[in-house]
């Protein structure tokens, strides 16, 4: 069984920054892919960056270079720290986990063969 519950969202001015938090409840999480996805409001879900279980991290191009993923192995929790943020990245943010090779955690597809989901939590960008 894997729970996965996401905090630390909010509001935030243009420029600013914000850390998510996504606590990992399952047996063996370092065998996991993880990853962080974002939905605006009436658009289509999209993958954000992915935490593969040898610990190497992709992200999508629109976040690379603002955006870090990291885990505290200890803790089981998934870190999103977002920088320089824009309006454009306004949404639900979400985490999620799967039990899938390491090759198939380079993007979003992976939800589609096992994927876990948290409930999200709000980034508002002004």
């Known amino acids: 069984h894997v729970q996965l519950v996401e905090s630390g969202g909010g509001s935030v001015q243009a420029g600013g920054s914000l850390r998510l938090s996504c606590a990992v409840s399952?047996?063996?999480?370092?065998?996991?892919?993880l990853g962080w996805f974002r939905q605006a409001s009436g658009k289509e879900r999209e993958w954000v960056g992915s935490?593969?279980?040898?610990?190497?991290?992709n992200y999508a191009h629109s976040v690379k270079g603002r955006f870090v993923i990291s885990k505290d192995n200890r803790k089981n929790i998934l870190y999103l720290q977002m920088n320089s943020l824009t309006p454009e990245d306004t949404a639900m943010y979400f985490c999620?986990?799967?039990?899938?090779?390491?090759?198939?955690?380079?993007?979003?597809?992976?939800?589609?063969?096992?994927?876990?989901w948290g409930q999200g939590t709000q980034v508002t960008v002004s």
């Open positions: 935490l593969d279980s040898d610990g190497r991290i």
């Open positions: 999620a986990a799967g039990l899938v090779p390491s090759a198939a955690c380079t993007n979003g597809g992976w939800t589609n063969r096992d994927g876990r």
């Open positions: 399952v047996s063996s999480a370092n065998d996991y892919c």
